[in-house]
C-alpha cells in the first residue's frame, strides 16, 4: 500500500487562503468518507484537525475545513496566521480495515 | 482530560523485540467506545500507521508489519502495548499510541507525547 499524495510545500502570506491536497485511489479517499487531516508542530504530537472529511472536532477553529472529490480530498485553511506554519499529513481509512497515512505538506507562513 | 503516556526502552539492538506500553488516563479502555492505536514517524519523515486494538482484543495491523507485530490490551491496567519483533535498523522511529474516536474509522483525538525508538547494536 502506497502513502496517499501529498504537495511537498505549500505557502501563503497572512490572511490568504491555501488548500493541500490528498490523493488516493477508490480503496481508500474514493471508497470512504473517512479522511482525517491532522497537524504537527516540530517535536510534537500530530493534532486531530479534521474528521469524516469534513468535520471539525471541537475547539478547531472554523478556518480550516476540509472537502473531498472522487479520490482526492482537501483541507482549506483560510485567513492564514502565523501559528497555522506546521506540517499537514492526511489520513484516510481504507480496505481491509487499515489506515493509510500522506506523505505530509509543510506549510510555511 | 483523556491523557495518553507511552513508555519503554529507547535503544532496542537489532534482531531483538521493541515492547512498548500505552498508559491511558482520563478514559476506560473497558467503555468499549474505541480503538486503542499505534503509530510511528521515521526520523524526519511522514507517519505510519502501526495498527489499533478493540478492548476484547481484536486486533488489526498494517499489512507491511503484521508477521513481527503483537498489540494487546490489559484492561485491568488501562493500558495497551506493542511488541515488534526482529527489529532493524528500519524500525527506529518516534513511536505514538493514539485513541481513535471514530470507531476504528480513522479519528485519532487524543495522542501520547511520543517516545523516540532507536535501533542499534
Known amino acids: 500500500q502506497s502513502a496517499l499524495t501529498q504537495p511537498a510545500s505549500v505557502s501563503g502570506s497572512p490572511g490568504q487562503s491555501i488548500t493541500i491536497s490528498c490523493t488516493g485511489t477508490?480503496?481508500?479517499?474514493?471508497?470512504?468518507?473517512?479522511v482525517s487531516w491532522y497537524q504537527q508542530h516540530p517535536g510534537k504530537a500530530p493534532k486531530l484537525m479534521i474528521y469524516?472529511?469534513?468535520n471539525r472536532p471541537s475547539g478547531v477553529s472554523n478556518r480550516f475545513s476540509g472537502s473531498k472529490s472522487g479520490n482526492t480530498a482537501s483541507l482549506t485553511i483560510s485567513g492564514l496566521q502565523a501559528e497555522d506554519e506546521a506540517d499537514y499529513y492526511c489520513?484516510?481509512?481504507?480496505?481491509?480495515?487499515?489506515?493509510?497515512f500522506g506523505g505530509g505538506t509543510k506549510v510555511t507562513v | 482530560q483523556v491523557q495518553l503516556q507511552e513508555s519503554g526502552p529507547g535503544l532496542v539492538k537489532p534482531s531483538q523485540t521493541l515492547s512498548l506500553t500505552c498508559i491511558v488516563s482520563?478514559?476506560?479502555?473497558?467503555?468499549?467506545?474505541?480503538?486503542w492505536t499505534w503509530i510511528r514517524q521515521h526520523p524526519g519523515k511522514g507517519l505510519e500507521w502501526i495498527g489499533y486494538?478493540?478492548?476484547?482484543?481484536?486486533?488489526f495491523y498494517n499489512p507491511s508489519l503484521e508477521s513481527r507485530l503483537t498489540i494487546s490490551v490489559d484492561t485491568s491496567k488501562n493500558q495497551f502495548s506493542l511488541k515488534l519483533s526482529s527489529v532493524t535498523a528500519a524500525d527506529t522511529a518516534v513511536y505514538y499510541c493514539?485513541?481513535?474516536?471514530?470507531?476504528?474509522?480513522?479519528?485519532?483525538?487524543?495522542w501520547g507525547q511520543g517516545t523516540l525508538v532507536t535501533v542499534s547494536s
Open positions: 469524516d472529511v469534513s
Open positions: 489520513s484516510s481509512y481504507m480496505s481491509s480495515t487499515t489506515v493509510l
Open positions: 477508490s480503496s481508500d479517499v474514493g471508497g470512504y468518507n473517512y
Open positions: 486494538i478493540f478492548f476484547s482484543g481484536s486486533t
Open positions: 482520563g478514559d476506560s479502555i473497558s467503555s468499549g467506545d474505541y480503538y
Open positions: 493514539a485513541r481513535d474516536g471514530g470507531g476504528g474509522y480513522n479519528k485519532l483525538d487524543y
